[in-house]
Every structure is written in C-alpha cells, then in structure tokens.
C-alpha cells in the first residue's frame, strides 16, 4: 500500500501540495510559539539589586502568611507597614544603621534614567521615579559618577545616563508628596536598571516621608531576629531574601503573564486551524478519487487496503511537512522574540533558549494532525465500491452518515451546554479571554460538520437573484456549487474559520471595551477627575488641600488599596479596593447597589461585589487589609458584579496606609463650573499634577483595547488568513484540474474564454459567500451569548460588530478565490475544447 500511496501522490501532486504547506506553515507556527513560549516559563533570576550591599535589611512583612487545614498559604501584601519608630531605635543599638524611605517623586526640566533605565521594563510599576535619603545609596549600586553628595535641602542627586541629557549643575523642578520645588542637581550616578532615582539629603527625605520603608542593619543576623521577633508584621531579610525589599522583585516573571497568554492563544488557534484545513484538504482528495478508489476495489483491494493507503500518504505527508515545519520553527523564533521586544510585547532581555522539547512537541503534533485530518477521509475512502469506478455523476449527495450527525450534534450541543451553563451559572465566566478564545471552536467545528446539510440551501438562497439575471453566468454558478457540495464546502470551510474567528475575537473584544466605557460613564459622575498617573504613585498633599478648599466644589479623595480573604478555608483571594468616604463618594458617583447601601459605610464595615462569597448584607467576614492587618468587617452594600471592576470599597481607616491616588471634583449647582475648573487647573500647575475633565479622563482611560492585545488578536488573525489563502489556492487549483473536460463542454457549447472565466470566478464568489454567512452564523451565536452575559451582570451596553474586519477578511478571501480559481482555468483553456473533452481525467 505504501508504494500505491506513493505513486498517487506523485501523480496527483497537485492534490497534496496543499495540505503539505499549510501542515508546514502549522508546524512551523507551532514549533516558533512552542519555542517563544518555553523561554516564558522562567523569568531570569536575578540577586539582591537594590540592597546588594547591605547585610540585613528590616522592614514591614510583604507576605501574608495563614495556615489552612491543607497548609500555610500565603498572598503578596500591597502595603506593607512601615518599620515603628521604636524598632528603628532598638535596632540603631545593636549597631550601624541606615533609615531608607521610598516615595514617588515627578521630574520637570530634565530627562532622568538613561541606557535603558525608568523604561517600560523599569522597576518602579509604572515605570515612575522614586526618591530616596542618599545614605541608603552606600547599600545600593550607585555610586557617584560626577558631582557630590547632596548636602542641602534643595540638593539632589539624579540617575543620568548617556541618553538623560541632565548635568550637574542644573537646576530642575521636583514634585513630591510636600509639594513642587526648584532642586539642583549637584551630582548624578550611572543608572542601576531596576528603577530611575532622586536622592535627597536624609532630613530632606524624612520631612517629605516621615515613614521609615526599611532599616539596613550593619549586626548578626541572629542578633536583629531577636529585636524584630517582638514586632509584629516585620521581616527581617538576609542573603537573596533581600530581593524581596527590590522595587517589583516580580517585574520579570509579570511581564512574561501576557506573552505566555498570547503565545498559548497563537498555538492553539495554529493547532486547531491546521487540523480544519487539512482535514477539509483530504476530505476534498478523497471525494475527487472515488473512481481511483473503486479500481483499486475491482481490481481486489480490500476496504481495509484502500484506508491504509489514505492512511499512508497522510503519514508521508506529515513527516516530510513536519520536518520542514520546524526547520521554520527554528529559524523564526528568533525573530519572533526580536519582534515582540521591539513592540514592546515581551521585555527586552526576552530572547529563546536551548530547549528542544517544543521541536519534538511540534513534530509529533504536525503527524497527529495529518492523521487526525485523514481520519474521516480514509473511512470514506474505505467504503467506495467497485460500482463507483463507473459512475460519471458529478453531482454529490447531500445526505450525511448517522455518526457524522451524531458528532456534529454532540459538538454543537457542547457549545450550547457550556454557554448556557456559563449564563445561569456564572455570566462572567463568558468574558474571559480563554473562553471567548475557545467557544468559537466548538460552533465552527459543529457548523463544519454539517456542511453537506447547510451548503447546498445557503448557496441556493444567497445566488437566488444572481441567477435571475439576464445571461446564463448567475444561474450556472448557483448550480455547479449546489452540484459539488464537497468542492463548495472545502473552499466555504477556511472562509468559514477566518469569518468566525475574525468576527468573534475582534466583536467580544471590542464589545467588552463598549461596555467597561458603558459601566464608567454611568458610574462616575463627577465635573473632574484627577490621577497619580502610574501605580503606585500618589497626588501630591498640597494639590489634595487646595482642591478641597475651592469654592464650589465637592471633592473625593480616594485610595487603591486591596483587601485579602480566606475562601472556603484554604484559599486567599486577594480583591482591588478603594479606600473613600462614603459622603463625598455619593456625591461624584453612582455605584450600582443591588443590596443595601453605601451609606452605611464605616470604619467597621466593607462594601462588596456579588462575586464575593459573602453576599449578605450585615453579615461580618474576617478579612487581612494591604499592611497585612486582620479585621473584620461587616457587609454595608453589595454592588452588581458588571464586567469584573467594580471592587470592593473601605474607608481611608483601612486603606493599610495606601495615599490619595485620586481625587474626583463635582461643581456644586449653582456655581460656576468655569470657576471650579481655573482654581482646579491653577493647584494643578502648581504641584506639577495634570486635571482632567470627566470626558478627557473617561475617552483616555476607556479607550479600545491595549495595544498588545490587538497585536496578539492580529497575529492570530493573521494566521487564520494565511490558513486561507492556502487553502484557497490548493482546494481551486484542485477543483479547476478535476473540471477540465466540464470547462471544454462549455466552450463546446458556445461559451468565449472570457465567459468561461466569469462564471468560474462567479462561483468563487458565491462560494466565499457560503463561509462568510456561516462564519458570520457562528459569530453572532458567540456574541449573542457575551451580549446575554452582560445582560445577567446589569451591564446595558450594545454589541459592537467589527465591520471593517469582517469585510477585509472577506474582501482578502475573495480575491484568493477568485485569482486562484481563475488562472489555473485560464491555462486550462489555452488548449483546444475538443482536446480537452476527449482528455482522460
């Protein structure tokens, strides 16, 4: 059978040169995520970088640890508690001691960091400036590269790089949380690469920060425990311990999150797209050789003979496409990792490593898709009679086998089950990405399994009025496509995925960021919205008081800050939370309560969202605050759950220390809101802080998606048109040489070479538009049920259909069709009719 296998193959090459590349180009995918996707499994591990210098380092605990029934678990804290005043002297007496505190500073006048240093990879989240006492900096990398210590209250020295541009001897103005002031720089040092610094005298940095963040301790280890031991929520860190008081010790390992994502994504949409298209390729290869099939029958070749031989050429298929597949891998991953550094994807030290697993993951992958592929075909091939040698019918049944109606009803009873359950159970389940990702899957493989049943009346309906046209074009393209289901369905197939897929991720996508802008325009409803800016920074004391005094005007102040609590006994969850006061924040919003009130905020109670576990109103949980305090609280309100940002809500008491990152400013009726907004922008450019109109802050802050996401979501995209176009071209140049003597009869007939060429381009047409209505089908079912889920979460917004993607992907689709229809007719008619219909097929 091998040798059989082997020659088909050689004759009909055409068949196969198809599935060969669009199994290459898949493997290849395969094995360049595979490899991109294994570098993201370990974050380089770096030592102590900021406090390399120091022996012990004290300062507030940053992990929550609680035993549980099955084991201690343990939870990152957002503020851990300063080091007390007290331990600060007890510590002093045990030896050598250095106060370090750390607050966000803002720079004007000047371009700090340099080589690399304070970019998007920087320590600081947010890539933000801190400052420093310079004492600290004798425990630290930096050291002086020109200039002196600061040694005044208006002195400072900053990180300047080769790129930074600042001198000593500048003067610049800096903004911290004691207001805005001139500083002169009197001495710079070589960027450390983990944050962008400011460091200012010790009695400088303790006026702007009283709080002390840590204590470095020239003592015995041992002999620090035992004065820490007595204070509680303090750490005492040593040896690579010491990384844990580094500015985001996690930043590499966090940005490697969404590279893992969208590689994972990539991978499995590769995988599945792959196995679509070669099993349409083969299913098409089979039904074009039915009467090849049935003299191997006659001439005593076993069913079982006849499925080896598919069988055969699938695996010879799949190793030699396999093989090239990641001899692609390899040479793209590279390049793949270059790319996602140089758009910022993935962090800039990002590059592949040596392992080798995903080659073999990727090979191996490539063969079981070749087979998986060939399953159906071979089966079908193996039930071709030797009658069928005789049959000269070009016109295919549109009847369906008992088990291929069994899975397709399985499937897309599947996909029913699994979006319902998700409604009834937990509607925002149905927002994630992994699920918006994958519920397609099960709609199109459903729709594509049912082909036969649903290719022949769609095509009918969308060429009815094509084919009352004058001339003969619109009617022969509807039937010829209503005549060669299996022709029509292997081209629909791919326009179907793409359609699908393109609708579906781009639709969900942008109708969950219409509906988080939706959720922030009714809840907030302030005149003016002011922000730090970057995570973890904090407005400036001095612009929180001016704003309080203006005239007119009702000011919230807020806080980001989290609250920790145990559910069901063995997992902490950690939950964003605001600190406000509950007057001031009904004034500048409306939050969506569906139990209780915000009123009853106090100092001795929470308010919550229904995704949390307790849900009662009155009810007292025990919960762990941002410093790593226990208390509990009572339940005052229950908020809507929408789409996953409506947090939970404290008072500023239980904020765990966390400083005023935003302030929310309503004109008061009556007043004059251009007043409110000159004393507003007035405080603003006095401590260096921008104010923003609610609509200016809502259109920045609720804009479409990230800029990685939608290069994640075109990459993929892209994937599935290449899939396309392949298959496109190989099941038409396929198509055009089984049609050779059907084209001659029509020139026969009386048909011109260009009348010819119209109604074989007509057809590509109209079958392009089979898949794109059921691609679009399939579409709409997924974001009917993403539209029903923020229905049941109380969110109003509409669904947002991408046109413009839809209609490129379609334009994209028919123009393939159509080229790769047209030309190899085109050659086909170059010889004589009467040569080619006495031509043996």
């Not at 922008?681 to 609720?702: D, F, I, P, S, Y």
Request: glycine letters at 12%; a positive charge.
């Amino acid at each position: 059978m091998l040798s059989i296998a082997l020659r088909g193959m050689r004759t009909r090459w055409v068949t196969f040169v198809g599935s060969f590349l669009a199994l290459a180009l898949g493997v290849g995918i395969v094995a360049t995520t595979g490899l991109a996707l294994a570098a993201t499994f370990d974050a380089p591990r770096h030592g102590p970088e900021r406090f390399a210098a120091a022996p012990v380092v004290v300062r507030g605990e940053d992990r929550l640890r609680v035993r549980t029934p099955i084991g201690f678990r343990t939870q990152e804290l957002t503020s851990p508690r300063p080091v007390p005043a007290e331990l600060v002297t007890a510590l002093a007496a045990l030896g050598p001691t250095v106060e370090d505190r750390t607050f966000p500073v803002t720079v004007r006048g000047a371009r700090l960091g340099g080589d690399g240093a304070g970019t998007a990879d920087g320590a600081r989240p947010g890539g933000g400036t801190a400052g420093h006492p310079w004492p600290v900096a004798a425990a630290t990398p930096y050291r002086l590269a020109t200039g002196r210590a600061p040694a005044a209250a208006g002195e400072v020295v900053v990180t300047a790089g080769s790129g930074s541009g600042v001198r000593t001897g500048d003067r610049i103005t800096v903004t911290t949380g004691s207001g805005t002031a001139g500083r002169t720089v009197v001495g710079t040092v070589r960027p450390a690469g983990f944050e962008t610094a400011v460091f200012f005298t010790a009695a400088e940095a303790a006026r702007i920060s009283p709080a002390v963040d840590a204590v470095v301790v020239h003592a015995e280890p041992a002999a620090v425990r035992a004065v820490v031991g007595r204070e509680d929520r303090m750490a005492v860190l040593t040896g690579d311990d010491r990384r844990r008081a580094d500015p985001d010790p996690d930043r590499d390992a966090e940005a490697l999150v969404s590279v893992n994502a969208l590689l994972g994504t990539a991978a499995g949409i590769t995988v599945f797209v792959s196995v679509f298209v070669v099993a349409s390729t083969f299913s098409f290869a089979v039904a074009q050789r039915r009467r090849e099939f049935g003299l191997l029958r006659t001439a005593g070749a076993t069913p079982g003979q006849v499925r080896r031989t598919a069988y055969a050429e699938a695996v010879v298929i799949g190793v030699l496409a396999s093989a090239a597949g990641c001899r692609l891998g390899v040479l793209g991953a590279p390049r793949l990792a270059s790319w996602m550094t140089g758009e910022r994807i993935a962090p800039h030290w990002f590059v592949i490593g040596d392992q080798n697993w995903p080659l073999h993951a990727a090979f191996w992958t490539g063969v079981a898709v070749a087979l998986a592929g060939a399953v159906a075909a071979a089966r079908r091939a193996g039930r071709v009679g030797p009658v069928e040698a005789l049959r000269e019918s070009a016109v295919d049944s549109a009847s369906m086998p008992l088990s291929r109606v069994l899975l397709g009803a399985a499937v897309l009873l599947t996909g029913a089950v699994l979006m319902g359950a998700g409604l009834l159970q937990d509607p925002g389940s149905l927002l994630k990405r992994k699920t918006y990702v994958t519920q397609p899957m099960l709609l199109i493989v459903g729709c594509a399994l049912f082909a036969p049943v649903l290719v022949r009346p769609v095509t009918r309906f969308l060429a009815w009025l094509p084919a009352r046209l004058p001339g003969a074009t619109g009617m022969l393209a509807r039937e010829n496509a209503s005549a060669g289901l299996r022709r029509t369905s292997a081209v629909a197939a791919p326009v179907l995925v793409t359609v699908a897929l393109a609708a579906s991720l781009m639709g969900t996508t942008a109708t969950l960021d219409e509906a988080r802008a939706a959720e922030a325009r009714t809840q907030v409803t302030s005149d003016f919205v002011v922000t730090a800016g970057s995570e973890g920074a904090e407005l400036p004391p001095e612009f929180v008081e001016r704003a309080r005094r203006i005239p007119g005007a009702v000011v919230s102040a807020s806080r980001s800050t989290s609250v920790t609590v145990l559910e069901e006994g063995t997992a902490l969850v950690t939950s964003e939370a605001r600190a406000v006061d509950p007057a001031d924040a009904a004034a500048v919003s409306e939050l969506p309560v569906v139990a209780g009130s915000l009123a009853g905020l106090d100092d001795g109670s929470l308010v919550v969202n229904e995704e949390w576990m307790t849900t009662t109103v009155g009810e007292r949980v025990g919960v762990w605050l941002a410093d790593g305090r226990k208390v509990t609280l009572r339940v005052a309100a229950v908020l809507s759950t929408g789409t996953g940002n409506n947090g939970v809500y404290v008072t500023p008491r239980n904020a765990g220390g966390a400083a005023v990152d935003r302030i929310d400013v309503r004109v008061r009726a009556g007043e004059a809101r251009s007043a409110v907004s000159a004393r507003l922008a007035a405080a603003g450019r006095a401590t260096g802080t921008e104010v923003a109109t609610r609509a200016g802050w809502l259109a920045e802050n609720h804009r479409r998606s990230s800029g990685n996401t939608r290069l994640g979501l075109l990459m993929i995209l892209l994937i599935a048109v290449v899939y396309t176009g392949i298959a496109l071209a190989n099941t038409q140049v396929m198509a055009t040489s089984d049609r050779v003597r059907d084209l001659a009869v029509l020139r026969l007939a009386g048909a011109t070479k260009a009348q010819v060429l119209r109604l074989v381009g007509a057809e590509a047409l109209v079958v392009v538009a089979v898949g794109a209505v059921l691609g679009g089908a399939v579409a709409a079912l997924n974001l009917l049920g993403v539209r029903a889920a923020l229905a049941l979460l109380g969110v109003g917004s509409g669904v947002v259909v991408p046109w413009g993607a839809i209609g490129s992907v379609v334009a994209v689709s028919a123009l393939l069709a159509v080229v790769f229809a047209v030309l190899p007719a085109a050659l086909v008619l170059r010889v004589g009719p009467v040569g080619r219909a006495g031509a043996r097929e």
